[in-house]
């Protein structure tokens, strides 16, 4: 894996760590079987992310499209496998991801992280969030965990960062405990948010309203991915 992110570097491509490695960076997740990486969708940076995978020996994996900039562009996943010692291991690029608009916009906002395989631009955790919001529940953990470690680095005087963590995090307890905590002026327009703070102890009621919205943002995703299937 080092020898790719070398070879990304020397070609000049521009690209991000997204998703479930990027959790595990910010320590949201534990484990993540394989690498996503978003990269810069424009013809010259396809051109050398595609060298730069050729380079290290990378193959085609199951449903990839043609490699072209039509397919980045209309935010088709790309899958490929890269030799290793102890066996494959898998690499998704995509060049546009779900519920984020501009790479350039979210690039800017990244994170350099000192990584085993170097060091690398990490996806920003409030971006991470709005890519995590997909079908499978046990995303719904990892993005309360990602919004429970952003809370605790928020600079004291910075409420914005506080209504993000209550717009966003699906754990009722956090969300009992950051108003416990924050006391927030305002808060997000949210029947979770609402119950607790008309009834604190509403836990259930609470659990019972982040299911049925996390039921529409999975539909949401399901909707999102159909038509690009399709």
Not at 33 to 56: F, G, K, Q, T, Y
Not at 65 to 90: D, E, K
Not at 114 to 140: N, Q
Not at 164 to 183: K, V, Y
């Amino acid at each position: 894996m080092r020898s790719l992110f070398f070879n990304f570097d020397r070609r000049g491509a521009r690209y991000l760590l997204i998703s479930g490695q990027a959790s595990v960076l910010y320590g949201g997740a534990m484990f993540s079987e394989d690498i996503d990486l978003w990269i810069d969708p424009s013809p010259a940076n396809i051109r050398a992310s595609l060298r730069a995978l050729a380079d290290v020996g990378s193959r085609v994996y199951k449903l990839t499209p043609p490699l072209t900039p039509f397919y980045f562009r209309r935010g088709h996943g790309f899958h490929f496998t890269l030799p290793i010692r102890n066996g494959p291991s898998y690499l998704d690029i995509m060049g546009k991801v779900p519920r984020l608009r501009r790479f350039d916009d979210v690039f800017r906002r990244a994170t350099i992280m000192k990584t085993a395989w170097g060091r690398l631009p990490v996806i920003a955790i409030e971006d991470l969030v709005e890519i995590k919001k997909t079908r499978r529940m046990s995303d719904y953990e990892v993005i309360s965990n990602l919004v429970r470690i952003r809370i605790e680095r928020r600079s004291p005087a910075d409420p914005e960062v506080v209504a993000w963590a209550l717009a966003n995090t699906f754990r009722p307890e956090d969300l009992s405990w950051m108003l416990r905590t924050f006391r927030p002026r305002c808060a997000p327009d949210r029947p979770a948010v609402d119950l607790l703070r008309r009834n604190s102890r509403n836990l259930e009621g609470c659990r019972k309203a982040v299911l049925a919205e996390i039921a529409l943002l999975q539909e949401r995703d399901i909707r999102y991915w159909r038509k690009i299937i399709g």
